[in-house]
Nanobody, 116 residues
Framework: VQLVESGGGLVQPGGSLRLSCAASGFTFSNYDMSWYRQAPGKERELVAVIRSRGGSAMYADSMKGRFTISRDNVKNTVALQMNSLKPEDTAVYYC??????????WGKGILVTVSS
């Protein structure tokens, strides 16, 4: 099983980034996919989740209207479009897969730095 994040980096406040997570080794379409983040000195927090069927999405309050999660069950990828980025969005962003019977997988994370 692999979850590999890409697309992170340095961006100025107000800018945009698109993160992508490529999944392999499991039946992607059966898993809810989510993005988490962990800022320095803080606990890991949920950013957004997209359901396995139907594609309904939920967001943490501070990301609503700025972030959009999407998935492609053919390419086995999940993306996070981040707009209007703020310095407080600086964190390591992780991709996570949640399946049946408590199965869950994590990516290794990718750093996003929002700074001028």
């Amino acid at each position: 099983v692999q979850l590999v994040e890409s697309g992170g980096g340095l961006v100025q406040p107000g800018g945009s980034l698109r993160l992508s997570c490529a999944a392999s080794g499991f039946t992607f379409s059966n898993y809810d996919m989510s993005w988490y983040r962990q800022a320095p000195g803080k606990e890991r927090e949920l950013v957004a989740v997209i359901r396995s069927r139907g594609g309904s999405a939920m967001y943490a309050d501070s990301m609503k209207g700025r972030f959009t999660i999407s998935r492609d069950n053919v390419k086995n990828t999940v993306a996070l479009q981040m707009n209007s980025l703020k310095p407080e969005d600086t964190a390591v962003y992780y991709c996570k897969a949640d399946g049946w019977f408590g199965l869950q997988y994590w990516g290794k994370g990718i750093l996003v730095t929002v700074s001028s």
